[in-house]
């Protein structure tokens, strides 16, 4: 959705509804734009994907039940504290 102004290596992202901040330290040397399409991992981006790629992982998630829920659950209660 944004990278944030005051923390570049952070990036505010909406993960089928929940909206959070994201480390994107990892993706340094690419070019990361509000749209973009990212994997996430425990807070992390761990790389820019495609549309498809991305709808074919999250119809996986969706397709795995209560894990998924549970994930999305997990993702909605973290934070990233400021150092």
Known sequence: MEILSDRPDLAM????????????????GESVTPGDWILIHVGFALSKIDEAEAKAALDFLESIGQAYEDEIEALRESMIEEV
């Open 13 to 28: 992202v909406d993960v089928s509804g929940v909206q959070r901040a994201i480390n994107i330290g990892l993706l340094e």
